[in-house]
């Protein structure tokens, strides 16, 4: 249940278009649900406006297609992320209708209201291809999100003029995301170069003194270019989340 | 020159007010100006809303005045950041009417055409009372970018009633800078209540195994509440930056 | 032989229900017993209430079997930790009786007297699902050890109600052990909760900053709730035995 | 107020000796009181057994003072830990009978009602003499929370048979903290000696590749002697609170 | 003695122009010398071009006044670097002539004989104000080695504008120097707009998780634009020397 | 199209042997291609002498190659570096011609006019035999720029006389790569004997406290030679790449 | 040819008993042979008194057959350290006699001529049963240099009688080995016990806050028993060499 | 009292030179004496030929001249090492005769009876002037334990033929230390000249990357050249100590 679909109960209560008893028997589930193996925080819609997310990486599963069902039955939604490919066919088996991406390695169930549309358009920039499967995980987190995705992919500053020429692209974004292995000198030039917020996610990709995407870490902690925020190596669930923090006010 | 300033510059001579020498002459500023030791962006104004903000640690104070000064006979305002204590003075002497804070090590200089105002409020939030002058930074930047400040100060995770007590100040908020050192829990858990912008501000406050701030950037960056961005170790600055460019859009 | 018996032994010699010579038999066994390749030290349940516990990981199969067997005849009980699941089947056919835990990794085979039970309640309290592994090594050693063990489950700070909903459990321990990955941070709430031992364990859940492990386990270290106290990472035996030493004054 | 002295007036409450009026004159106190620069958890005492402590480094003297001041008024007692030299004397003159330990660094005042004690002795051991501030900070600290205290000084692996010579002292603890720095080996060696609780604290003792107390944390962490736990590094007072956590149960 | 030096005497030996004992005479000297305290290697300058340079952080004046002493006699020229403020005094007066360099704290004697001059230039770039020491060390360095020196200053990635308007200056250069501390990011942007040799040197300039230097230190190493080489952190003196390797070939 | 192709092409226009729209036709491919999944730099040959080089690691096959078609299809060669093994056939089925290196694990395709040679010999040094992985690497990258290659082969400082009996390799080259893990040791004692650019390649051979190349990666960027220079630990290619930028002045 | 068999030689040339030309026909061999992908020092043997070791860790099959024959067939023994499983069928066809030890991953070749016998004993100890095949490495290795081994097993320190009931074997040695992992503090203990060298080899056993035998290298790297000293992590190769300079003065 | 006079003590006894009361009586020190801040170990002379020595840094002055003190009265000798400036002067003025060198920071008093001389020379050998202070405190320490000390000071890899032309010196040593900072590649090259014992002493010398000491200390414990060991940063105290196991058989 999420907050709008409450708001709206209220109302219809308020209205005298719905009876105290039917109102609590919708309210009724328990804000958090014990299956013995995870406790299921049912309000995190309500709270946050979109359902638990479920981590897939380390997870059994059998509990992890437990917990899925779980969410799923509620109608609001369901989103997996780092699913790991043995785990998909079981999801897909259980739940109809839950779309896979390979790439960015989700599962995503859309819930039966359409969550609300955020305002303005999330870019998705890429230093490389082979940033894409962070790029991928956070355009679809985004679009569950209820927000307009739009991408720019490979214009890392090897070749500046790759970014320079799609400046329109970036003047059109409400919120930029900037994925970047390697050196993660990406954010700090568009970060100088928009006023809108920028969040930027370090990829593991690159080798040796990349050491798992530290290098790239430290670079946009140390953005000389002022206000850009990070998030964890190789989040892009946790950029997208954090846009629709911004575009949801 | 702010961006908003040559909008109206532009329109005058759209509707003919203005002839197109002088609003040349006053375009005139080359964009960048090099003073042999720095080469000031004399376009961030116009490019993202306030003037290039001066790091103050480890410039020579002479190059710190001279940067100032320059930056300050423009009138689009004036912020220093990390300024030491020993600098303060000769920065006083050349610009008049400069605010001093002692605590969040900053030098203020309000622009002649106020900044325009965010929408919405920022909220500090700090863990412990030794948390204060990243706190300070951080309420003293958004001031200089147009925003309403509030704080909460001192409700860290240890006595959690502390912040419970206090969820009318989140819900109120429309983006949350959380300054935490030690263990840097709080992050996580207001990420958690709330459903707007949070950006995460390790401190280095703490000690031995906090080793000097890495201990909570690391927290914060492996948040489990989804969503929570992060920002450079002891960087009120950087927090408050990206604060405004929420509520700037 | 465990101190208990020991105890009883002489207790025997002293009230003439056994003689010298009898007593000398049973009490003949080297302390320590070298098998070449391992060096048993027999008296550890003399001295500490419990055999040594094998840890499997990194053991050749055959070495691991024959330290087991040598244990297991003493009649002391018998527990391995991180048994490779290639190496369980050997196990199993060599020591009759010996229970497998295949999400916790271990072996138990029960003394032939019962360890004496512990005072109180040993609590085992989980961030997510994915730290249940760490949390069932704990369960399975502090039942070895005679402790009785609850469990609360994926009660993370996300979603900070579900711990707060909870706390008749918290309050009904005698220890607390957090299981906790990530961010690591309901450690520090859970110390802020309660006046009894929290034992926190950092698990190698999470990715990219997490460092397999080292982010919860510096933000355990830096716990701004007083009086916490950590184990290795992924360390439940550890800290099932440090609760032992509590429970078993 | 203590959690005793509110059972004993709940008791009076129930047995008719105080009316309810009095009684919640008496419970009046706001649980947390905001000074503006902290926020104060005055049920810490209630919930906790013991006052807030307040971590004297970093924290500006005027707002170290004041904080001490409330607390110190409410008659629970008071500790101030990490207390800067150049503080202390604006402390004592501030609050009369406020004991001062220059080499624990700590600040004391003994609350009006005498803290519970604990059952048993806290040992608190030094693998070295320069690991004495850190003991002494235990020390303090464990007397405050009302425990016994007992040392057992510069006994270090490097001259075993001062140790094992004291066996004794061991024996007759009901907790042990030990304090190391350089390789930290004292912490193993205990733990395998007794079957009481051992906390282990790194201290920074060392140089070179102790790279500030990391190489006894580690030692510690990775203790071959099951169920030894760990502080942060230097950190006596978290030891000695653990330690009371277990000694009023 | 220079290479240059020592093929014109042998030229002058094999044109008669001069005996073989006065040959010997003049290459009389010890390839090394013993100080006691120090070797000094006079083959420096025969075999790289220049003598021994001094690196004068940790030595203890005497020594350091003393082994000046013995390499400025020699007439081949003398650059001691990191040359502490209080050591400078003591230098100027035993070495007439010497020219210090307060920002780059270098000491200069230039050599009797000029050095060989470099082919092109050499362009030391820095990314902001507080680079300007490291950048100083490395354009001393390089006048000393016979380079002639352009300067570019802050032009760092966050107002590239300031940058891609000076392409002219890159343009020109034979070899570039890349002082940039924070991201580091200054390196990878001019590497891909060049194709001339770029040396980044990563600069401590920055706080919190810049850690030092080491922050930038990774950016550069892991630069997507291909062959931009690194030396150690604020070693503006082994970039020059880089360069100087590369100008005289 | 390289940058010699385009200033032949324009002394044709100037000299009246080509029309304006021929030459206008020849210039017309964009800049920056975009394949959705890439956005290829087609003017890097003419900015910088070669086409962009695709890095293989972690890229999709389909999206490597269709990148690899589309630069060799413009003609001026194509180099592909980490190229996973099962991509190699793939590759070599869509570019007829192109020539694969097992142990450098590269591609390589030559383009229609011979690649400008350098000035002199790219000298390839190994401390070790398993060096040699990484020296391929640079030795392929060197020969696609233009370069002649020499090479020295494990020639360590553990044996020392194997690098001084062969000082005359050391003397006939341009440019000196050292490729070393372990303790690095070879590029300082090789930077001290030779006055020409020696760029510095740690690997990451080696174990335990060789942390993955991160020992010599140290020992390099503090080699006691001055003027060394030092890429990314494993990185081949970049050493090539500087190489080339050093002998295509 | 190793340092007695060339001091014999020369004896003989001394003494009339051999020919100048037979002489030098047989000290003919070049003292650096190349192979293309090696260069084996064949002096290494006279200078060190055993030839070369072939380190086999990622060295190809082919190359390390290779290396190993060339040495093999001088008659000096061949040692082979970290020999993959799937490389020792190869080198067992192509090198008759050779002996594999699974355990130790290692294939020795004796000699022609016995290596001259070292003084006393070299105990091997272990502190736990997985610490065995780096032990055996350290075994196999100095029995190949001439050492007589004792082997001491599993005597760590969480149960100190093992060890403290074994001080004869520890005084009967002339050298110790001490391979531990996890806390490695068992190297202080034996070195606070004799007055001989001790070597200490820490070991990649353990987990989680191990990092991979950190814990151990940075424990015993600060030994508190003074003159310990340390090789890398599993580095029982390296330690028994050590031992065999100090038994072979 | 060490080994040597009890020995004699004994003998005497045997031969009935001395009654057993007597011989009692001398030997009565109790092994341990305690001072509360101190536990000295009195046998540490017995047990290893020279009494405890006292690390200096950290210590309270006041308990350093106690220890120091107990420790000289009893004639065994006295060594103080990181002695603190300031402490220098209570140190003399309470125990007369002792020698204090301020270079390498140490206090020496000698013994009555002369300590036992060790077979061979101790070479100290130094890459820099700037690693002198590490060198003196290694060969003060050499000196208080018996052994002849010879140096080689400032032979670095940079001019190797520095090194190289006083191969006599190495030849003629039992044991080498070797002090070296920056890339610490000195150890490896004289490990590969020479068959005795290489003790190498990362030192401190450097900046940035040497991070204090550690990229030596890597550099050493990798080591091209077998059975180089390698103690603490700065640790020239424990170089000697280890070097007189070696030649105190």
């Keep these: ?31 958090a649900e014990s299956l013995g193996y995870a406790t299921i925080d049912h309000h995190r819609a309500l709270r946050q406006g979109f359902p638990e997310v479920i981590f897939g990486e380390g997870k059994d599963v059998t509990h992890l297609v437990g917990i899925a069902e779980r969410i799923a039955e509620r109608g609001d ?76 992919t490979d214009v890392g500053v090897a070749g500046i003029h790759r970014l320079l020429s799609r400046t329109d692209a970036l003047a059109e974004a409400r919120v930029i995301i900037v994925c970047a292995g390697m050196d993660g000198a990406l ?37 000389c270019a002022a206000g850009v925020t990070v998030v964890n190596i190789d989040n892009g669930f946790g950029a997208a989340m954090a846009a629709a923090r911004i575009t949801h006010a």
Excluded: H
């Design 1 to 31: 249940m999420r907050r709008e679909q409450v708001e709206q109960l209220l109302a219809q209560v308020k209205g005298g278009e719905l009876d105290v008893a039917a109102a609590l028997d919708r309210l009724s589930f328990a804000p």
């Design 77 to 152: 939604g369901l989103l997996v992320t780092r699913l790991a490919p043995a785990a998909a066919p079981a999801l897909s088996a259980t739940i109809p209708g839950i779309e896979l991406n390979a790439l960015g390695r989700t599962a995503y169930l859309a819930p039966k209201v359409p969550t609300p549309a955020g305002t303005g358009t999330v870019l998705v920039v890429t230093a490389g291809t082979s940033d894409l499967p962070v790029a991928e995980e956070a355009a679809v987190t985004s679009t569950a999100m209820g927000d307009s995705v739009a991408r720019l």
């Design 187 to 223: 954010a700090s030039v568009i970060g100088g170069l928009v006023r809108v917020p920028v969040i930027a996610v370090p990829t593991s990709v690159g080798y040796g003194a990349a050491f798992g995407g530290l290098a790239p870490l430290l670079t946009m902690l140390n953005s």
